[in-house]
């Protein structure tokens, strides 16, 4: 019915950069917020960024000033854009959506999650 599907992640050295995106697809009638979260082994989820519809953000604060979070000129997309990358970014990453489906109420959305590792 809604898939989302991320893709960008990978493996990259402290320093570097990469770019994750998040396409949602299905009967949608409206997206509210859209969001990465994260997760490492062992460790619980956790928020990453988060942006409205309205083109509001909030970010985790280690992530502050590295880490910038956009919608897509296609209204159903997102990006993430991370930059100066630490290993402790290393996480699979995952996309998180308020999707109304038409005729529906709405309901939250997970991708599958997608890799970032970040070697020192």
């Known amino acids: 019915q809604v898939q989302l599907v991320e893709s960008g992640g990978g493996l990259v050295q402290a320093g570097g950069s990469l770019r994750l995106s998040c396409a949602a697809s299905?009967?949608?009638?409206?997206?509210?917020?859209m969001g990465w979260y994260r997760q490492a082994p062992g460790k619980q989820r956790e928020l990453v960024a988060v942006?409205?519809?309205?083109?509001?953000?909030n970010y985790l604060e280690s992530v502050k000033g590295r880490f910038t979070i956009s919608r897509g000129n296609a209204k159903n997309t997102v990006h993430l854009q991370m930059n100066s990358l630490k290993p402790e970014d290393t996480a699979v990453y995952y996309c998180?959506?308020?999707?109304?489906?038409?005729?529906?109420?709405?309901?939250?959305?997970w991708g599958q999650g997608t890799q970032v590792s970040v070697s020192s």
């Open positions: 942006i409205t519809s309205g083109r509001s953000t």
């Open positions: 998180n959506a308020d999707i109304t489906v038409a005729g529906a109420f709405g309901s939250n959305y």
């Open positions: 299905g009967s949608i009638f409206s997206i509210n917020e």
